[in-house]
């Protein structure tokens, strides 16, 4: 069917439907070649805030350095810098494309509700890090245990959201702010010195004052025991297998795992010098 076939009314409408895709088609060149200048623009203007905003980062790096800020409140506000410089030059791109950026707060204003739900975490783990840099029951460096997960090591970095640990055996725990800030937190560095406590049996048959002094003779050969402070050799306990002994004695903190198991192992051979017995559990079956 011909298009002059069909009835005047239907045939005008055609008519007009096919000039308005015409001047479409027409005008696609044109709306293409526009379209890719303003992606091209928005890669450019993206790279270029890309370098802005480490350039900016290193700045406010370098004279928080020059200035002897704490390591963890420099990643802190480094990370905070990095989120929020990037969501400008989000909302700067987004601009270049005729996105009304009023229109965007207002919407992000009205779902505020919905978005703090959905981000309470995070919002937590923020405020978290705020009051961690305040408050500062630990910083980089401190050797930390979180007595609510149980999780323990050298702190290493404090971002926004979350706290890196390095383990003894070289693993890294990440944990969010938010629990760190509201749990029970043991600080093993805080302080120079630290206690050592070892837990040491004799038989029954043994002398409590030969083990003693032969103890005490080896905490006295200790070279990073601090030979000015208490030490102590006492019976904390009557056990099943042998008489259970405390000893304590101090160390710097840096030392304190190395005076551990040195001195566990000195006072084993200092009691097999002295002919004090070690017992081990056993039980003592009568005939009837």
């Known amino acids: 069917m011909l298009l002059t076939d069909l009835p005047g009314e239907v045939r005008a409408s055609a008519q007009e439907s096919l000039s308005v895709l015409q001047s479409w088609w027409d005008s696609l060149p044109a709306k293409a070649l526009h379209l890719g200048v303003r992606v091209l623009l928005a890669l450019i203007m993206f790279v270029i805030g890309y370098w802005l ?76 890090g705020v009051l961690i840099l305040l408050m500062k029951p630990f910083v980089v460096g401190d050797y930390i245990e979180d007595s609510a ?22 693993q890294t725990v990440i944990l969010p702010n938010g629990n760190l800030s509201n749990a029970a937190i043991v600080n093993r560095t805080r302080e120079d010195s630290r206690r050592v406590d070892i837990k040491v049996s004799i038989a029954y048959s043994a002398s409590i004052d030969d083990a003693r002094a032969a103890i005490l003779e080896a905490i006295g050969q200790e070279k990073y025991v601090l030979q000015e402070r208490e030490k102590l050799v006492a019976v904390s306990e009557l056990g099943d297998s042998g008489v259970q002994l405390v000893v304590r004695c101090w160390t710097h903190t840096d030392h304190f795992w190395d005076v551990k198991f040195h001195l566990t192992e000195s006072i084993k051979k200092a009691l097999d010098a002295a002919g004090v017995e070690i017992p081990f559990p056993q039980i003592v079956v009568h005939k009837a």
């Open 149 to 170: 997960s149980g999780k323990e090591g050298r702190v290493t970095e404090i971002t926004i959201f979350y706290t890196h640990l390095k383990t003894y055996d070289n």
């Open 53 to 128: 905003i480490r350039l900016v980062r290193k700045l406010v790096r370098k004279s928080m350095k020059k200035a002897r800020a704490e390591y963890g409140v420099t990643t802190f506000v480094d990370s905070f810098l990095k989120v929020a410089l990037y969501v400008i030059l989000i909302f700067m791109i987004a601009a270049s494309f005729g996105v009304d950026a009023a229109s965007i707060v207002a919407l992000l204003g009205s779902a505020g509700v919905a978005i703090g739900l959905a981000i309470q975490g995070s919002l937590s783990n923020l405020a978290g």
